[in-house]
T-cell receptor
Framework: QQQVKQSPQSLIVQKGGISIINCAYE??????FPWYQQFPGKGPALLIA?????SEKKEGRFTISFNKSAKQFSLHIMDSQPGDSATYFC????????????FGKGTSLLVTP | DGGITQSPKYLFRKEGQNVTLSCEQN?????MYWYRQDPGQGLRLIYY???????QKGDIAEGYSVSREKKESFPLTVTSAQKNPTAFYLC????????????FGQGTRLTVV
């Protein structure tokens, strides 16, 4: 059973627009929430991550917003570029499983020129 | 270069044969993980290991086996008991503490014919 639910499944955004991907979780023991970016045929790479004691984290054009009470977090990509076209995964982890990541099903983002 | 090396990149096997996927890391990480990726399913945890000579089942361990005889190596065997083995397999490693980044290899695409 999926512990982290991600939406939308796919997203098309124009160049310069804002891409927003949402995730929700049930396990309140999760204490680390990363976002990974994956290009076709490659392994995922960490984009940005947040811990539940922080409500927002920004790194360049990428921002995570975290709502602990709603058990939701989201990724915002500002000024989206064609090079951002990839699949994005949210994830969550907890100590009792060796900090193994529980992934959402992914969002395929296409940024059009 | 520090990182995670998975080999081979592509693997073809006949139905009913066991096959072993290699994963080696030179990051001096304690924790290592195996994930399976299917289209539209995200990444699902097969096995993880937090220390040499110890490993734990993940969400979809049936039909798979692992060993962790050396810190650097965490091979995955896909056995004939795995009903649908065709998938993209990803190995990852991390320090294993809360909030630390997991680094992924480039993956092995296994096709069973």
């Amino acid at each position: 059973q999926q512990q982290v639910k991600q939406s939308p499944q796919s997203l098309i955004v124009q160049k310069g627009g804002i891409s927003i991907i949402n995730c929700a979780y049930e396990n309140t023991a999760f204490d680390y929430f990363p976002w990974y970016q994956q290009f076709p045929g490659k392994g995922p790479a960490l984009l940005i991550a947040i811990r539940p004691d922080v409500s927002e984290k920004k790194e360049g054009r990428f921002t995570i917003s975290f709502n602990k009470s709603a058990k939701q977090f989201s990724l915002h990509i500002m000024d989206s570029q064609p090079g951002d076209s990839a699949t994005y995964f949210c994830a969550a982890s907890v100590s009792n499983s060796g900090y193994a990541l529980n992934f959402g099903k992914g969002t395929s983002l296409l940024v059009t020129p | 270069d520090g990182g995670i090396t998975q080999s081979p990149k592509y693997l073809f096997r006949k139905e009913g044969q066991n096959v072993t996927l290699s994963c080696e890391q030179n990051l001096n990480h304690d924790a290592m993980y195996w994930y399976r990726q299917d289209p539209g399913q995200g990444l699902r945890l097969i096995y993880y290991s937090q220390i040499v000579n110890d490993f734990q089942k993940g969400d979809i361990a049936e039909g798979y086996s692992v060993s962790r005889e050396k810190k650097e190596s965490f091979p995955l065997t896909v056995t004939s008991a795995q009903k649908n083995p065709t998938a993209f397999y990803l190995c990852a490693s991390s320090i294993g503490w809360r909030g630390t980044e997991a680094f992924f290899g480039q993956g092995t695409r296994l096709t069973v014919v």
